[in-house]
């Protein structure tokens, strides 16, 4: 088991910046692969952003590629999310997620999840 508690989301301009954090506890941080996926109102869940057990491979969806940059940190069993240049259609729930497979990008193949941050951009 690991359970995992994200932090970080909040209201920002169009343009703006948030930086997202997904702290984990339970079983050993850096035998997961890390994700981050995104829930906007009425849509599915959609993978967002991955990164593998050492960090050392990342994977982004294309909306965000480039704005968006996962980063974890196995010393401290945090994951982080950094978001620049946000959109309005960036706003959604954020969801921290863990997982053993790299990267796992369909929501109902993920092993572990965090209980979600709201992330609001205006325009």
């Known amino acids: 088991q690991v359970q995992l508690v994200e932090s970080g989301g909040g209201l920002v301009q169009a343009g703006g910046s948030l930086r997202l954090s997904c702290a984990a506890s339970?079983?050993?941080?850096?035998?997961?692969?890390m994700h981050w996926f995104r829930q906007a109102p009425g849509k599915e869940r959609e993978f967002v952003a991955a990164?593998?057990?050492?960090?050392?491979?990342?994977f982004y969806i294309d909306p965000v590629q480039g704005r968006f940059t996962i980063s974890r940190d196995n010393a401290k069993n945090t994951m982080y999310l950094q978001m620049d240049t946000l959109r309005p259609e960036d706003t959604a729930v954020y969801y921290c997620?863990?997982?053993?497979?790299?990267?796992?990008?369909?929501?109902?193949?993920?092993?572990?999840w965090g209980q979600g941050t709201q992330v609001t951009v205006s325009s």
């Open positions: 339970g079983r050993t941080f850096s035998s997961y692969a």
């Open positions: 990164i593998s057990w050492s960090g050392g491979r990342t």
């Open positions: 997620a863990a997982d053993a497979g790299f990267p796992t990008t369909h929501w109902t193949h993920i092993d572990y």
